[in-house]
Every structure is written in structure tokens, then in C-alpha cells.
T-cell receptor, first 115, second 110 residues
Framework: GAGVSQTPSNKVTEKGKYVELRCDPI?????LYWYRQSLGQGPEFLIY????????DSGLPNDRFFAVRPEGSVSTLKIQRTERGDSAVYLC?????????????FGPGTRLTVL | SQQGEEDPQALSIQEGENATMNCSYK?????LQWYRQNSGRGLVHLIL???NEREKHSGRLRVTLDTSKKSSSLLITASRAADTASYFC??????????WGAGTKLIIKP
């Protein structure tokens, strides 16, 4: 079946612009996660949704970052007033329930470059 | 912040040899997971070991967990060129959040 998909695969923007990154999770998966990965590092947790609500947004670095999942399926990560330090690969993952022994399935990521 | 630290940072071995990677972490965990990442397939879940388990096998993979030392190891036996990738350990805490290490870059030479 279809896995997690993310669009766009690459996004180049200028400092100060607004960007939206989209994630389509596996159908039926309740939990959805956003991570950020810089070169040579492991993923860094940003936010976790259970259904439509953000169960844990403690990883969002500041108030320029915001994410929504209005219908409990597709999610959008929104970054305002982008900075060069926001450049990274943004990964989305989904899992069946989000608890305990769930396996997270990852999308291919969106590579964001802020010039 | 990153909890796990993988060791070594990079490992290069001949095809057919075994590869061992280690992971240390700092806080108590619910479970520990290993993932592989390469450019072709992105991040893929390999194996999960619960905090009350000591060893787990999956095909050519063997994972051990020592909670007293807060460490885990991943052994890949009879390595293949297709095993070339970065390997990450990730610990799940009581909030069900996965916290990741920086990874081990494994290169299998033909």
C-alpha cells in the first residue's frame, strides 16, 4: 500500500519568506510526527499529533513554527519568517496509535533551503 | 536535544564481515529502536527492543540492550553491499517521544 508521502520534495526560499510543508500519512494511522534532520545528525522531534490535536509540541523551536492536522489525516508544517538556520530536511512519520510499541513509518522528507 | 550516542561514528568493513554498532543513552526508556537511513529508501524501522528485554533477533540483525549500562548494540551478520547506510538508535521515553542519536555511517566494501 501507499506509504507516507511529503510534498514538495525540495523547497528553496529566501530569508523572511513563509513556507508550508505537507505530509500525507498512511491511511488509518492516528499518530503523526514531524521531525527535522540536519546534515550528519539524527532526526530532532518537533511535534506529535494524536488525531487532530497536537499531543506534544515541545520540540517546536519557536513561535515561527506551527503545524496543523485539521481532519486527522494530512498535516501541514508552517514556518513563518524563515531563517537560514531553518535549512534542514523535514521528516514526517505516522504510526497506528502513537503509543508504546508502535512502529513509525517515515516519508522521504522535504529538503528546505533558506537562502 | 539528542539522547543517544552511536559508536563508532563511521565504520567501513568488507562484504561478508559482521558489523557491530553501539548506542548509549542517558535517561530511562520505554523501548529502544534501531533505524536505517539511506538515500534510496529514507528512514526505515529495523527492530524494536523493549526495556524488559535483553536480546532480540530479526534475520541477520541481533540487538542487545543493557539497561543497567544504558547501552544497546546492533550486530549485522554476513554484511552485504546493500547494508551500506546510516544506522540510528532512538529511545522512546515515558511520553512516547522518540529521541535519536547522531547515527553510525556504515560502508560495506565489495
Amino acid at each position: 500500500g501507499a506509504g507516507v508521502s511529503q510534498t514538495p520534495s525540495n523547497k528553496v526560499t529566501e530569508k523572511g519568506k513563509y513556507v508550508e510543508l505537507r505530509c500525507d500519512p498512511i491511511s488509518g494511522h492516528t499518530a503523526l510526527y514531524w521531525y527535522r534532520q540536519s546534515l550528519g545528525q539524527g532526526p530532532e522531534f518537533l511535534i506529535y499529533f494524536q488525531g487532530t490535536g497536537a499531543a506534544d509540541d515541545s520540540g517546536l523551536p519557536n513561535d515561527r513554527f506551527f503545524a496543523v492536522r485539521p481532519e486527522g489525516s494530512v498535516s501541514t508544517l508552517k514556518i513563518q519568517r524563515t531563517e537560514r538556520g531553518d535549512s534542514a530536511v523535514y521528516l514526517c512519520a505516522s504510526s497506528v496509535s502513537g503509543f508504546g510499541l508502535d512502529t513509525q513509518y517515515f516519508g522521504p522528507g522535504t529538503r528546505l533551503t533558506v537562502l | 536535544s539528542q539522547q543517544g550516542e552511536e559508536d563508532p561514528q563511521a565504520l567501513s568493513i568488507q562484504e561478508g564481515e559482521n558489523a557491530t554498532m553501539n548506542c548509549s543513552y542517558k535517561t530511562s526508556i520505554n523501548n529502544l529502536q534501531w533505524y536505517r537511513q539511506n538515500s534510496g529508501r529514507g528512514l526505515v524501522h529495523l527492530i524494536l527492543i523493549r526495556s524488559n528485554e535483553r536480546e532480540k533477533h530479526s534475520g541477520r540483525l541481533r540487538v542487545t540492550l543493557d539497561t543497567s549500562k544504558k547501552s544497546s548494540s546492533l550486530l549485522i551478520t554476513a554484511s552485504r553491499a546493500a547494508d551500506t547506510a546510516s544506522y540510528f538508535c532512538a529511545t522512546m521515553d515515558s511520553n512516547y517521544q522518540l529521541i535519536w542519536g547522531a547515527g553510525t555511517k556504515l560502508i560495506i566494501k565489495p
